[in-house]
């Protein structure tokens, strides 16, 4: 029986990942045909539910002694790697002492990693490699390959690990070295396989568009009866980033042009700036007509519990830069219109008139206007169920996981529980 590794960033720990739960599903309805060891680069924190018979390796959650750091700081030095880099750095006019000291960290990192797994994959029997994020660990699965420690190493794609212009540096180390050295690429969208090919070179015939997916969970959430109330959802890590500030400004621009509407909006999510952010709300919202709710870090079974439980008239967001969002997926699957700006892969999911795609540079301004014009759509049955559609027929947990599934492990026919 083939035995698969997963490299994961925490899972099954908490701590984000949380849409790799339903995926989890789909594997253990296929332990009969493969084994599953996953490796996390981070084990700390509890544990999530996952099933039993899924193996969990921790060897690559561990502290080098100072000495070992030397050494590998010292290999990294004498390294190809590093001087390949160091070209790529000045060809692209990126070279800079921050860049180069990441550099550094990065190879010097990537030997460690390759040490580590080296041992545990002999010692698991592990032949096929699976990254969840193509970064580091993914590199150093496809550098085994070509010692002939595995066979094959299939990654997917999301949105921090492809795109260069989400890095703190504008660079990706190593990407450009192992750029057509994974069996197959996975992305989630259309747009992240064009990436691949036209900033890193990537084999077109080594990209496969591989969406991520939500289970139809038969719940439909309804909206408000009141035409003059507006409930308004978002779910998010509290990072700069996701621009929650943005959808604060707009929420009380629209209040302030609908003084008569009851509103309300729901945060769900915490990260480093969840205390300043709800200072903020609490100071824009201060003598409004907006009721607001930071319900913090919910587990998903908690999330899609909310939606069985609440009204929601539409979901937003208000990334400067996304994946495919599985937020948006789960809000869609439950018949929510959306609103949110054409980055990633998003204008791919929005692409039904029941949701209103902002620009990527859209303004407050922008927002409040979508709010406005949604708010007299959002409740519209024939619009509510094109969203819940829209996901359905291409985002499905069932068809899109147990095809993915059946690629990497070669398994052929999967069951159909």
Known sequence: MKTIA?????????????FIDVEAKYWSDNLHRCNLIIYPLSSSGDKRNYDDRIKINNCLYQDLTKYEKLLYL????FSGLLYFELFNLIKLNKASFNNLYHVIKVVSKFYSIVDILSKSFKSDGVKTVYCYWNDIPSYAAVY?????????????????????????????????FFNNSFNQYFVIANSAKEYLIDKYGVDENLIDVSRLGVENNKVITKPTAN????????VSYCVEIK??????????????????TNITWTHIGDGPLFS???????????????????LGNLTNENVLNFYKEHEIDFFINGSENEGVPVSIMEAMVHSIPVIAPDVGGISELLETEACVLLKSTYTVKDMALAINTLRDT????????????????????????????????????????
Not at 390 to 398: D, G, H, V
Request: glycine residues 4%; positive net charge; contains cysteine.
């Open 6 to 18: 997963m490299l994961t960033a925490k899972y099954p720990f908490n701590g984000g990942e949380q």
């Open 74 to 77: 010292i290999r990294a030095f």
């Open 378 to 417: 959002c409740k519209s049955s024939k619009n509510r169920e094109a969203c819940r559609d829209k996901i359905l027929s291409e985002y499905n947990a069932k068809i899109n996981y147990e095809q993915f599934i059946s690629i990497v492990s070669k398994s052929g026919e999967l069951s159909s529980n």
């Open 227 to 234: 035409k003059e109330t507006i409930n308004i959802l978002s």
């Open 243 to 260: 621009r929650i500030d943005k959808i604060i400004d707009a929420i009380y621009h629209f209040s302030q042009m609908n003084q008569n």
């Open 276 to 294: 300043q952010i709800k200072t903020y709300a609490e100071k824009q919202f201060y003598d409004s007509n907006v009721s607001y709710e930071f």
């Open 144 to 176: 085994l390959k070509r010692k002939g420690i595995v066979d094959e190493v299939y990654t997917r794609c999301h949105g921090y690990d492809i795109y260069e212009e989400r890095t703190k540096n504008n660079y990706w180390p190593l990407k450009r």
